[in-house]
Every structure is written in C-alpha cells, then in structure tokens.
C-alpha cells in the first residue's frame, strides 16, 4: 500500500493472490455477496483518517441489500490495521452494517444516494462534522458540544457529553504541534462536563477515550480539534 505496488484488484485476482487494497476488499464483497444470492455495490469515495483528513487516493466500500433493506460496510476497515509497512490482521465487526449517520462521519461516497441518509449533507458538511468514531455511539453517547470539528475558542476548551457519567470518560489536551498532552478536569452525571486547560494561542486535539467493560484500559473514542 505505502509503496503503491499491487496486483490488479479485480475479485478473482484478489482471492488467487491475497493481496488487496480497499478496492479490492470491496470488489471481492460483491463477488461473493453475487454468489450468495445478495444485491451488493460497490460504492467509491473518501474517507477521513483518525486525524479528520481525507486521503487523496480515495476509498471504496459496499452496500448491501437484506431484505428489501439497504445497509453499508466496509470489509477493509474491519480487516485489520497497518502498521509501518506491515499489516496487522484484526477482524473488528464496528464497520459491518454501521449506521448511515455514524459510517458518515468517516465515509463520503461520490453517489450521494450511498450516503443512505434520508436528507444528504454536502462535503462540507461532511469535514465539519467531529471526528467520533463508531464505538463513541455504541457507548449511547451524544456529544452536545461542541458541533464541528474545529472549534474557536478564547478560553478553556469546553466539551459536553450526554449518555454517561464522569467514572466512563477520560480526555486529553494537547498542542497540534506534538508536545505532550495534559489531562482534562470531568465531572458531571448523564451530561458530563469536559473542561481542558488552554493558556496560551495556538491550534489544540482534545482526544476523548472510553473505559472498556471489564478492564481497567480505555481506548480512543475520536478527537477534536480548538483553535484559541
């Protein structure tokens, strides 16, 4: 992928080589989906990154009808990862049939029907919105401030979540520049209150993290990005 050298990425080639990229993913989900009787398409955008950017390579991915009723996934992001050079395989099941709204954060087809949202937004929409990821909404969280992806601020950064209480939640601040990250003060029940401390101008990534049931780890749940 980093080297842009590949076999050609139709779907027999895909399954005799095991080599693909998302096109090829997405091609090889048809051609099985085909066989097994499924409407699937194969749908052909961008995506953003975890840091809100959109590859300038472009993405692809699928939709598939059950039962009268349209739904998306997106084989390659539930494969697994790379790392470096390397890909690490890690079957993760978040992008299969994700909801229209939540796939929408990260994905934007060129056919604005695979949106399968009943009012499709823009591109610009699409960048403005925060940059959550699925498991955020599994959560059954809603963030009800800020609304946009970057934000102005002259102060503190302020966040406000619905749907959890402050023992779930943790967030970080951090310059854009790369300088270390500092924690931000939670409290609050039902709707928690994120406050991070900006003392000084400059571009900052809040990062918000989610505990994980059962352990005593949390993981990453999306970023935002305040501009003071």
Known sequence: LAAGRYPPQDAPTVFEKRIGVCAG?????????????????????????????????GHAWNAVRIEGDWYLLDATWGAGHVDGTEFE?????????TPPEILGLTHFPDNSSWQLRSDPITRGAFMRQPMLKPSFHSRGLELVQPTRSQVSIDGDALLRIQGTSSDNVMAKIASKDGTSG????IGGRDTVEVTCPVDKAGSYIVTLFGDVEGTNRYSSMGRLEFNR
């Open 25 to 57: 993913y997405a091609n090889l989900v048809e051609a099985i989906g085909e066989k097994l009787g499924f409407k699937v398409v194969y749908v052909s955008g961008v995506s953003r990154d975890q840091q809100g950017d959109v590859s300038g390579d």
């Open 89 to 97: 395989k890690e079957y993760d099941s978040t992008y299969l049939f």
């Open 182 to 185: 500092t924690r931000c003060d």
